[in-house]
């Protein structure tokens, strides 16, 4: 998962019917509470988050291997950091430490 200023990605594994709705529900509004400290990406400022959502079904290896790759150089794409993982706000950052 990587979490950029505007929007943020994930690769998840489902197993059984996905509720891809319900767990997007739950992750934005656990991230906002967190956030709500008047920081710069308080949630105090309205509509922070898109009212939906695109999911993309993995459908091989080669399909996860590139599913994960576009989320952990999206920091550096979007110009934030030099290495993906000098970007903070990412799964990859810890697996990197």
């Known amino acids: 998962m990587v ?6 990605h994930a690769v998840w594994t489902e197993r059984g019917m996905p509720k891809f709705a319900e767990r997007w529900r739950r992750i934005k509004t656990r991230f906002s509470r967190a956030l709500d400290d008047g920081g710069p990406y308080s949630m105090r400022r309205p509509n922070i988050w898109w009212d939906r959502f695109e999911e993309y079904p993995i459908r091989s290896d080669d399909d996860f291997t590139k599913a994960v790759e576009y989320c952990r150089v999206n920091p550096v794409k979007h110009g934030l950091v030099g290495q993906p993982e000098d970007w903070p706000y990412s799964s990859f950052a810890k697996r990197a430490a």
């Open 3 to 8: 979490i950029l200023p505007n929007h943020l």
